[in-house]
């Protein structure tokens, strides 16, 4: 069926940047909420940023003015420009969608101090 599938983690030195990229594989019409969540070790998954079909954003506090969600409703997929990467930012990053509810596998971003 349907599927995520994400691209663009990897190893960063702090104050770096990344581009995350999810996908939306499969037959689908219509999504209306994508967005990235995040898992560090340790710790409970939090939202990150999320975009609507309409364009409304929203970022957690802890990213806001570093990060910037896009979305290509054509494509199914959104995109999470990562800049000025600090170390509490490595986590396995996961993409969601919300309506239908799906989760990619999650892609790993480690930002080294």
């Known amino acids: 069926q349907v599927q995520l599938v994400e691209s663009g983690g990897g190893l960063v030195q702090a104050g770096g940047s990344l581009r995350l990229s999810c996908a939306a594989s499969?037959?689908?019409?219509?999504?209306?909420?994508m967005g990235w969540y995040r898992q560090a070790p340790g710790k409970q998954r939090e939202l990150v940023a999320t975009?609507?079909?309409?364009?409304?954003?929203n970022y957690a506090d802890s990213v806001k003015g570093r990060f910037t969600i896009s979305r290509d409703n054509a494509k199914k997929s959104v995109d999470l420009q990562m800049n000025s990467l600090k170390p509490e930012d490595t986590a396995v990053y996961y993409c969601?969608?919300?309506?239908?509810?799906?989760w990619g596998q999650g892609t790993q971003v480690t930002v080294s101090s």
């Open positions: 969601h969608t919300e309506y239908p509810r799906l």
């Open positions: 975009v609507t079909s309409d364009g409304n954003k």
């Open positions: 499969g037959i689908i019409f219509s999504i209306n909420t």
